[in-house]
Structures are given as C-alpha cells and as structure tokens.
C-alpha cells in the first residue's frame, strides 16, 4: 500500500511539473502571438502610411502635370485666337500691298508705253498731221475709253511664271492690246484709222 500511494505521489508530481511546463509553453507562445501580430501590425501600419504617403504623392505630380498642361492648352487656345489670324491677317496685307504695287508699276509701264507709240507718231507724221490734228476732234471718245481702260482693277495677282518672262510679258501686253481695241472701235464708229493716219498706212477698205 504504502508502495503504491508513493508511486502515486510520484505520478502526481510528473503530472503537475508536466502541467507547469505545458503552461509556461503557452504563455510563451500566447506571447510570442501577441508580439508577432503586433509587429505584423506594425508594418501593415508603415505601408498603409507608405501607400498613402506615394498616392498622395502621386496625386500631386498628376495634378501639377495636368496643371502644366491646361497651361499648354490654354496657351495654344490664345495663340489660336488672336496671334495666328493677326500673323495670317499681316501676311495677307503685305501680299495684298506687293500686288497693289506690281499692279501700278505694270499699269504706268503700259501706258507709257502708248505715250511712246503717240510721241514718235507726232514726230513722224509728215503728211498725215493733219489726220493726226482730226484726232483731236474725238478727244472725248478717247477719254471715255480712256477711263473705262483705267476701271480695270486687279485685286491680288499671284503671277506664276515658268522662267522664260513670258508669262509677265504677256500681263504688260495687255495694255497694250486694250488700246488697239479702243482704236479699232473708233474706226468703225467715226471712220477714223488712228493706227493709219499715224504710220501712215491705211488697213484695207479704210
């Protein structure tokens, strides 16, 4: 009997020490949780601050970006509305003034060149001055042709040329070319060959 208590007094003892430790290990390990979970925490808590810090971050670049870019657009928008049509309207008025002086220079190159056909008529004229003198009589036919010669207007004239001068040569003769109009239609009307009388022959049936 007393064998048997002893032994059982031994198991006992086992038992509590056992438990002990069994505890001991728990609480170490219930510790060991808490720390690992706080640290887990802890660094959950660093990159949430993290991710946060970079959107914030991110939301401030994206908005100085878009910023700089209604900047741009807002810069394109003015140059649109006011610089291209004020540089578009320039441009337009120093091409217009280029063919306004072309325009004058070729038109008083024609007419002096008529005055050249008159000048050296007068001068040799010989028998046909008093033809010449009768011309004179239908000055103001001349003038009204005169005047509807100088009503043709050229606004702006781009003269496209392939090297040779023709084709300015060909725009200066047209003046020319009204005037020989104006004459034949003197002829017919008044009976008057104003080219004849001047070189002093006569077209046929004149």
Do not use: C
């Not at 170490?28 to 706080?38: F, P, S, T, V």
């Not at 949430?48 to 939301?59: F, G, K, M």
């Not at 008529?121 to 009589?137: F, K, P, Q």
Request: net charge negative.
């Amino acid at each position: 009997m007393r064998a048997a208590a002893q032994a059982e007094a031994e198991a006992e003892g086992r038992a509590k020490v056992i438990e002990a430790n069994v505890d001991a290990a728990v609480f170490r390990l219930h510790n060991d949780l808490r720390r690992i979970q706080a640290e887990l925490e802890s660094q959950v808590k660093s990159e949430e601050e993290r991710t946060t810090a970079a959107a914030r971050e991110a939301r401030a670049v994206a908005e100085q970006e878009w910023q700089q870019v209604r900047a741009a657009v807002e810069e394109i928008r003015l140059k649109a509305d006011k610089v291209l049509p004020a540089d578009a309207a320039r441009t337009a008025q120093e091409f217009k003034a280029q063919g306004d002086a072309a325009s004058i220079r070729e038109r008083g190159q024609a007419v002096g060149q008529a005055l050249d056909m008159l000048n050296a008529a007068w001068s040799s004229a010989g028998d046909n001055a008093l033809s010449i003198y009768l011309i004179e009589d239908i000055e103001n036919i001349l003038s009204a042709a005169a005047k509807g010669v100088s009503k043709v207007k050229i606004g702006n004239l781009n003269i496209i040329d392939s090297g040779d001068g023709e084709t300015l040569s060909s725009y200066v003769s047209a003046y020319p070319a009204m005037l020989s109009s104006i004459f034949d239609a003197v002829a017919k009307t008044t009976g008057i060959d104003i080219p004849g009388s001047i070189s002093g022959v006569k077209k046929e049936g004149k």
